[in-house]
């Protein structure tokens, strides 16, 4: 069973404080990552995706992938209440399907 | 991206009847699928939407329950039937270019079954 694991949270930050997002997955063949927000009662919406290893740069984003270590984070700087949403990881394997983690609750608190 | 409009957006409908939501993609794309999202969960893959064939169904979801159609590139419909309240949930319609394209997410269909 190819999984994909993340903390459920709530992840609670205070505003303008560094969001970390952690995500592991279990299938070595997986070749792309997403990382997808998704507002209470509104659909995921991809804000980031990632294909080789290191640090990859958006506005205030930073998608981090360690195939070796089957991990894919995100970084939200300068966060803002307006990032408080679930934040689901996504990662693609061999078969091209997206299996989604469980998702992590953010919190940012003004 | 692709705009991918769904409808209809919720609906409430008592036990044993069917519903049939529709998703409507703004340019022809590869890949359809539906997914389901349980209250607090994540997303399941129901199935793949192929056109002029019949969908692939993940387990634990079968065709009699989750009829799937897809006639062009650029739209799909899926029925839920016979429907029971563990039926509740917000069915999610998306789309991607081709197979190892980014995928996005119409706005969804939030379904209460009473």
């Known amino acids: 069973q190819k999984e994909v694991e993340q903390n459920s949270g709530p992840l609670s930050v205070p505003e303008g404080a560094i969001a970390s997002l952690n995500c592991t997955y279990s299938?070595?063949?997986?070749?792309?990552f997403f990382w997808y927000r998704q507002y209470s009662g509104k659909s995921p919406e991809l804000i980031m995706f990632?294909?080789?290893?290191g640090d990859k740069e958006d506005g205030r984003f930073t998608a981090q992938l360690n195939k070796a270590s089957q991990y894919v984070s995100l970084l939200i700087r300068d966060s803002q209440p307006s990032d408080s949403a679930t934040y689901l990881c996504a990662v693609r394997g061999a078969g091209n399907m997206l299996t989604f983690g469980g998702g992590t609750r953010l919190m940012v608190k003004p | 991206s692709a705009v991918i409009s769904q409808k209809p957006s919720r609906d409430i409908c008592q036990r044993g009847t069917s519903l049939t939501i529709q998703c409507q993609v703004d340019s022809q794309v590869t890949m359809m699928f539906w997914y389901r999202q349980q209250p607090g969960q994540s997303l399941t893959l129901i199935a793949t939407a192929n056109q002029g064939s019949e969908a692939t169904y993940e387990s634990g979801f079968v065709i009699d329950k989750f009829p799937i159609s897809r006639p062009n590139l650029t739209f799909s419909t899926l029925t839920v039937s016979n429907m029971s309240p563990e039926d509740s949930s917000i069915y999610l319609c998306s789309a991607s270019g081709t197979a190892n394209e980014k995928l996005f997410f119409g706005s969804g269909t939030q379904l209460s079954v009473l």
């Open positions: 990632i294909y080789s290893n």
């Open positions: 299938d070595r063949g997986s070749q792309s």
